[in-house]
């Protein structure tokens, strides 16, 4: 099968990547072909299959066209400004968060016109789709009020994937994606940074700055239970999913309290000694209003499988980060 | 103040324009000019104030700048292609239904780049933004499943509203309208004509069918309840709503049984005689996919006030339609 990624130059694209590459097949049938896109070119790896790396913009017309032009049977769309970004640059987010998702969404549909053609596509949304007031523990059929342009963005791809999907143009499955954590590289300006940083630092034998209280809860994966999801979504039965293309992912819920007792436990308090307690209003305010839990039923009973516990989030880290070894 | 009201011509558009002419006022402020838009030219009714009635195609090029382009401080969003030409006419749904609200979205936005300009829009959408599977009765915070390429879009056009309200480019009221009964004129073939002719063909005397079971339950505003829930989104207090700015309308249940029944007490037996029962099981299906009932708590706290009781919603046409009189 052919398999087109865009968005493959991002932390989760390329996991994608690599994961699709080890598996050399989805659902069984052979990964042949790989066609890598990104605002700036993905480095392509070394592998055995063809593998097109491409720098384009998905909001630019024609380049949707371009890239099913030849008619990949898989297709992850992953490509996104994130939510900080989208709501700085409005314009920017909604071209490409909304328009560059909808010019895929039109290319396909338009490339079934010249013969019959229906790929899976898997697209990644966001629990930035819930805003408040949300419950504690978020079902799976509570409405969407996003409170950003990047939530907003998010939710209306929802709204066209499914609607694509039951037109028959394709065949979509979204997967809102909890906050990924450990998210490997630098420390990021993100309000969310911290739930990564008081793990990754101390793991590094550096110093990490907490800015909210140990009570706060939320919703995490692991960078490799975001690929388990995404390849489970390219290979799963979509006639389960009916009309309704769109699941909440399984994440496993903690608060930072319980990621600290993590991290003792695995790393010992040599580590969690190097995490400050420096409270910022700014953030605390933020993470308020901010999704603690889901029952993600619908998503499990669906074969979608994430982390078991917060140990294991941090045991990922050190297996696919740093080379299995703790420490400075 | 200035309104315009986009949509002018239709049945609900009629009947707002002759209520504000009426009122003469939106929330204590006068009426000084009226704008009424459709794609055919609404016919302007008499008036003490100035009225421009235009033929426009609001997702034409240009076409939301030329109508904000005297900034209106009022303005009701009530155009659509319907529910089955979406469906049939899949890019004409998008173009009209998506692409000119957004239209008039950014035209609203930009022109609050020259100056402060934050309009009030009113924005109808519709119960179509709920699909199954449903509960019997649908709680404010119920997820959005749209089953057609309108509801789709109304789904859209709501997230939309709200984060340009969020913003504050616009303050935005989405209002979801009930199926109106009783649609005054000649049946027409949408699926949910029956809940209407059932009413209106007896009520003149002329004989109806009734497609579906007596059990049937659905959710109905008059369409004198329709214009109230316009002008009280239209003068409300929207810092009520936060950022949460789309409201499912207090309608009233009734099975089908219900509604024949308020037929009989208001009009007599001689008009529920008129009524055969010829079971159609395509709309039976299509009609068992509807919503049945709302709460509607949070609209109704907001001041929203539905149809007390389906007599009233009979002798509303009967007072509105026929003059009063019931008959051939």
Partial sequence: MKVLVIGAAGMVGRKLVAALLAAEQVGGKPVAQLTLADVVAPVPPA?????????????????????????PDLIFHLAAIVSGEAEVDFEKGYRI??????????????????????PRLVFTSSIAV??????????????HTPLTSYGTQKAICELLLSDYSRRGFVDGVGIRLPTIVVRPGKPNKAASGFFSGILREPLSGQPAVLP??????????????????????AAMD?????????????????????EIAALERVAGPQATA???RVPDETIVNIVAG???????NRAKSLGFRG??????????????????????
């Avoid at 968060?97 to 229906?118: C, F, K, S, V």
């Avoid at 909440?248 to 309290?257: H, K």
């Avoid at 982390?307 to 400075?328: K, Q, T, W």
Wanted: hydrophobic share 45%; charged share 20%.
């Fill in 97 to 118: 968060n909304l328009d560059g998702t909808r010019h895929l969404l039109e290319a396909i549909r338009l490339a079934g016109q010249g013969g019959p053609y229906r």
């Fill in 290 to 296: 901010w999704p603690k839990a889901f029952e993600a």
């Fill in 212 to 233: 909210v209280a140990d009570s706060v809860r939320h919703w995490f994966a692991s960078p490799r239970a975001a690929v388990g999801f995404l390849l489970h979504a």
């Fill in 274 to 276: 190097l995490i400050q």
């Fill in 307 to 328: 982390d078991a516990s917060f140990d294991d989030i941090i045991r990922i880290h050190i297996e696919d980060e740093l080379g299995g070894r703790v420490g400075s």
């Fill in 130 to 143: 819930f805003g408040e007031p949300l419950p504690e523990i978020i079902g799976d059929t509570h409405h």
């Fill in 238 to 258: 979509t006639a389960l999913l009916g009309d309704q293309r769109n699941l909440s992912m399984p994440g496993l819920a903690a608060t930072v309290g319980e």
């Fill in 47 to 71: 592998a055995a299959i063809p593998i097109t790396a491409l720098a384009v913009d998905l909001s630019a017309p024609q380049v949707a066209e371009q890239l099913v032009a030849d008619r």
